[in-house]
């Protein structure tokens, strides 16, 4: 199991069509944004934002 931007998950979605085939390409793609397979600003915007952060509650 996995988040699917692997090389390998990847390689299967340049197959498919979706990006150049890079990981970070895959996520551009998944968050809707630009796919251009490099890291430009909107891309980081996305990563850093709080929003998609998961919550791990300490036990």
Do not use: C, H, N
């Amino acid at each position: 199991m996995g988040l699917g931007f692997t090389q390998e998950a990847t390689t299967r979605k340049l197959d498919e069509g979706v990006g150049d085939g890079s990981p970070l390409a895959a996520y551009q793609k998944s968050r809707g944004l630009a796919v251009t397979g490099k890291f430009d600003e909107d891309t980081l915007y996305a990563i850093t934002d709080p929003q998609e952060w998961r919550v791990i509650e300490e036990k």
